[in-house]
């Protein structure tokens, strides 16, 4: 089992940056596959970015490439998403969760995601 709790979230202007942190706790973060997905009003959820259980390998979503960076601490137990140069369309409520498979092509999808945090608003006003 694993608990995740997101943070960071909150109300910024286009062009302004935020860091969302997703802080783990239960069984060892450092064997999961850690993705962002995000879901705005009246929008299924769609896949932000993934990283493998080292962190050397990274997948984005083509609409946040070049602008949204995801790292993590194992030491930390912490995943984190840097977002610059953030657009009106970027708002969305922000979620983490945890993949027992390994880095690839199901790390696009939310079905391949076992445990999930509550998410965290994040709201970009024009």
């Known amino acids: 089992q694993v608990q995740l709790v997101e943070s960071g979230g909150g109300l910024v202007q286009a062009g302004a940056s935020l860091r969302l942190s997703c802080a783990a706790s239960?069984?060892?973060?450092?064997?999961?596959?850690m993705g962002w997905f995000r879901q705005a009003p009246g929008k299924e959820r769609e896949f932000v970015a993934a990283?493998?259980?080292?962190?050397?390998?990274?997948y984005y979503a083509d609409s946040v490439k070049g602008r949204f960076t995801i790292s993590r601490d194992n030491a930390k137990n912490t995943l984190y998403l840097q977002m610059n140069s953030l657009k009106p369309e970027d708002t969305a409520v922000y979620y983490c969760?945890?993949?027992?498979?390994?880095?690839?092509?199901?790390?696009?999808?939310?079905?391949?995601?076992?445990?999930w945090g509550q998410g965290t608003q994040v709201t970009v006003s024009s």
């Open positions: 969760a945890a993949s027992e498979l390994r880095l690839g092509m199901t790390s696009y999808s939310d079905k391949n995601y076992a445990y």
């Open positions: 239960g069984r060892s973060f450092s064997t999961n596959t």
């Open positions: 990283i493998g259980r080292f962190g050397g390998t990274a």
